[in-house]
T-cell receptor, first 115, second 113 residues
């Protein structure tokens, strides 16, 4: 089954404790991206990657890191989480040539709470 | 001014009626426009996309685009309770290397049986 898999789905952590949210897709998509969704602010892009070893900042990259060592994986790293990073996070992927159709495939989301 | 604006709702529509969802955007260079549906607690899923001025129909859904007015809308005919969800308008602006979609905050739609 074609899918984007995120882990963990739910996480409660404390300020300053490094964490990684994993994202994996099995569709051989070149493009991957992380979004966060907050009430009243909608979905905002954090980072994106056009292919292996190619990553760049989105609109709200502060406090986050990413890597793209393999095509299928795009982990989101919070080196020192803070309460303002409490949010619902979505990983998404797409074929580059399908990107103009807006056909992003989203993972199920990871709800992160930072105390 | 937000890049993509939507009325947050909630919008309540009787079953069988037409639901009309609206979206405005600020960047005149925007080229592609999308409607995503998001059920509570779930991830967004693409319903329709439109590039050209005018209407585009797909089953019970019609997307309408007016680039001069920087306005895009989604009509849902014969609304069903299963259409109750939050509808996200998204806009893509030509930006080589980043297929970023800029999303609105969404309109919550409730279909009343």
């Amino acid at each position: 089954e074609a899918q984007v898999t995120q882990n963990p789905r739910y996480l409660i952590t404390v300020t300053g404790k490094k964490l990684t949210v994993t994202c994996s897709q099995n569709m051989n998509h070149e493009y991957m991206s992380w979004y966060r969704q907050d009430p009243g602010l909608g979905l905002r892009q954090i980072y994106y990657s056009m292919n292996v070893e190619v990553t760049d900042k989105g609109d709200v990259p502060e406090g986050y890191k990413v890597s793209r060592k393999e095509k299928r994986n795009f982990p989101l790293i919070l080196e020192s989480p803070s309460p303002n990073q409490t949010s619902l996070y979505f990983c998404a992927s797409s074929l580059i040539q399908r990107a103009n159709t807006g056909e992003l495939f989203f993972g199920e989301g990871s709800r992160l709470t930072v105390l | 001014q937000k890049e993509v604006e939507q009325n947050s709702g909630p919008l309540s529509v009787p079953e069988g009626a037409i639901a009309s969802l609206n979206c405005t955007y600020s960047d005149r260079g925007s080229q592609s426009f999308f409607w995503y549906r998001q059920y509570s607690g779930k991830s967004p899923e693409l319903i329709m996309f439109i590039y050209s001025n005018g209407d585009k129909e797909d089953g019970r859904f019609t997307a309408q685009l007016n680039k001069a007015s920087q306005y895009v809308s989604l009509l849902i005919r014969d609304s069903q309770p299963s259409d109750s969800a939050t509808y996200l308008c998204a806009v893509r602006t030509a930006n080589f290397g980043n297929e970023k979609l800029t999303f609105g905050t969404g309109t919550r739609l409730t279909i009343i049986p």
